[in-house]
Structures are given as structure tokens and as C-alpha cells.
């Protein structure tokens, strides 16, 4: 049988930090999914997450599409070969091996951008030191390519992290665009973007399994242009990208 071909974002979608996870759950029914260099668990699937990959894996043909680094990729417990990571900066064919098309194509588009991308980051680091708020932000590389700039609070506290980009930066220039959900702020040039890496894979997807429904499955606002290019759209019904769609919470 044809597998269904589903596009799958990670973070937030099949598993969280800590903090995400449901309070009423116990700490030992969570499964720690994503890990530090150090091999520590950063990331946790609920017991229901767990039986969605695991229903996922044994049935359709699994392409994670990620904001993750290629190494923060390869530290999550997720089966794949081929994958789009870093915001669509990287994609990985069926062998699992970097595409190495798609690596000159985004060599190319990435290169005008990268005084800027390390302007941002340096803008925000400065703003933050003033105001004494612990905020890390530096420009994502891959492949001594950088990609795009990314912004944390040490502590998780966004309002403290949002207040300190808007500050930062108060305007992007034309076509950038400001990713934000949770402790997490992605300032990407115009060319990036999952959708992009997503429409590149496609055809071949297609080609291969020509009546497979393509699935797009992912919670952020950032998931939306991907989704859109997939047959259906799936997301947590408790998401940015549900909004108050289905509680009112
Ligand atoms: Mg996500």
C-alpha cells in the first residue's frame, strides 16, 4: 500500500521542553525525545504524542520540516532520512544526506545577507546587556552559512525576550520576517522559510508516490506556508497556529 506522505514540524508539534509539557501529567509518564550536546533531555513527548509518532512512523513516509539546526535535528529521537531543517536552510534526501542543489541554491540567496543577520543579533545582545535581561541571540549557521538570527531569554520569560527584540529592532527590512512563538524569536531573510525547501522537495515526493496525500502537520503561524502546500493540514488543536479555533482559552 501507498504510504501517506506526511511533512512534520517537531517542536511543539510531537513533543516540548518541560515547562510546555501538561502540569497534571507525572514527570515519569513524559518521554525525553530532543537532547543537549551533553546527551541531557531537553524535549518531551506525552504519552499521546508518543503513540502519534509512533502511529506516523509505522504508517506514513516521515519528513520532519524543522527550525532546527541540522545538529539539533540529529539530537532529536525521531525516525527519518530525508528532512527540511533550519527554517528550510537544509534539506536532507531520501539517503539522509544534505541535498547538496539546495545547499548552493540557499549559498547563493543567503550570502548578501549575513552583515545583516550578525547586526540583528549583535542589536539585540547590546539592548539586552543594557537592560541587564538575559537574552542569547546569534545568527544560526550551517555549514559556515548563516542562516538566520534567533533569540532566547535564558529563563524562558518571552515578554522580557519580546520586549528586548522590539527594542532591538523595530523594523525589519522588506520581506524579512519576525517568527515568534514562546521563547523564541527568528528574525529570517526573505528567502528563507520552510515553504520554500518544502516546495523544492515536492515533485520529487509526487513523482514517487503519485496518489499519496501529503499531509502537513505543524502548530506555529511559521508552519502555515508549508502546510498550505500539503493535500490536508493537521495541528494541535492548543496551538499559535489554532489560535482560539477550537477552545476559547
Ligand atoms: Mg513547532
Partial sequence: MTRVIALVDLDDTLFQTLRKCPP??????????????DGSPLSYATPRQMQFLEWLADTTHLVPVTARSLDALRRARIPFRAAVCAHGGVVLDDSGQVDMDWAATIADRAAPFASQLAGLAEAIRRRARDRGIAVNARVLVE???????????????????????????????????????????ALTPPYLGKAHAVAYILPGLRARFPDAPVIGIGDS???APFMGLCDFAMMPTRSQLAGGMFHAD
Avoid: C, I, M, Q
Wanted: net charge negative; hydrophobic share 45%; charged share 25%.
Fill in 24 to 37: 497534571d501529567l507525572p514527570a515519569d509518564r513524559l518521554t525525553p525525545l530532543g537532547f543537549a550536546r
Fill in 221 to 223: 503561524r511559521t508552519d
Fill in 143 to 185: 555549514d559556515a552559512l548563516p542562516l538566520y538570527t534567533v533569540a532566547k531569554h535564558e529563563d524562558a520569560d518571552a515578554a522580557a525576550l519580546f520586549a528586548v527584540v522590539d527594542a532591538a529592532v523595530p523594523s525589519l527590512p522588506k520581506g524579512w520576517t519576525d517568527h515568534r512563538n514562546g521563547n523564541n524569536v
